[in-house]
């Protein structure tokens, strides 16, 4: 026998409890890719907007500018955001879920969709930060070589472009974990249908 105590310990009550098979329709599981693949869709017209606007920044840079290692700098970034979006079109386009999937199938493909986001977002240093890191590199190089009273404006620079990359890094990882925890719970529904 049990020793019921005043103060009982949640967890364990929390563990105790019977739990009942999780169940989701074809409707919900359609219902939820469907939001999700718009969510991607938008995501990815405000990243290839965002990247076209400053390419259209650095292109003006460069038609203003006299310097050659400064219109270099400027077309090494046009090409990062130039791979960016290619990556990001390329890897995760939305696809849209094929109609007459059966429940089994609805979860598995929602399910494949959201892995396939969660891996591009664990490699963003790959996709996003990574290309755009030559251009930075040789902006810096550039306000270098300007002179001494420019190392001041380019620490301030450097370290501001740095908290902003560090900040889309933490941003993207937690995305992935928030992906992951929906991944988890759709694993736990297939495998409570496949027991029932």
């Not at 990243?47 to 390419?55: N, Q």
């Not at 046009?78 to 890897?91: D, S």
């Not at 493909?109 to 977002?121: K, S, W």
């Not at 925890?181 to 496949?194: F, K, M, N, S, V």
């Amino acid at each position: 026998m049990r020793s019921e105590s005043p103060n009982p310990n949640v967890t364990e009550i929390w563990r105790e409890q019977p739990v009942e098979g999780i169940k989701m329709s074809v409707e919900e599981i359609r219902k939820r890719s469907a939001k999700f693949e718009n969510k991607i869709k938008w995501r990815n017209v405000r990243e290839y907007v965002a990247g076209a606007v400053a390419a259209g920044f650095l292109v003006s840079f460069i038609a203003k500018s006299h310097d050659v290692f400064f219109q270099l700098a400027c077309g090494l970034m046009i090409a990062g955001l130039g791979y960016m979006a290619y990556q990001l079109h390329r890897r995760t386009s939305p696809r849209s879920m094929p109609a007459g999937l059966g429940a089994v199938n609805s979860l598995q493909f929602h399910r494949t969709e959201l892995e396939r986001q969660m891996e591009f977002l664990k490699h963003i240093w790959r996709w996003y930060l990574g290309p755009l890191v030559p251009g930075l590199v040789a902006f810096s190089l550039a306000t270098m070589a300007g002179g001494h009273h420019r190392l001041l404006r380019l620490a301030l620079v450097n370290s501001f472009l740095a908290l902003c990359m560090i900040l889309v890094w933490r941003l993207n990882v937690y995305a992935a974990r928030c992906l992951q925890a929906r991944i988890d719970e759709l694993r736990a529904i297939e495998t409570a249908g496949q027991q029932a």
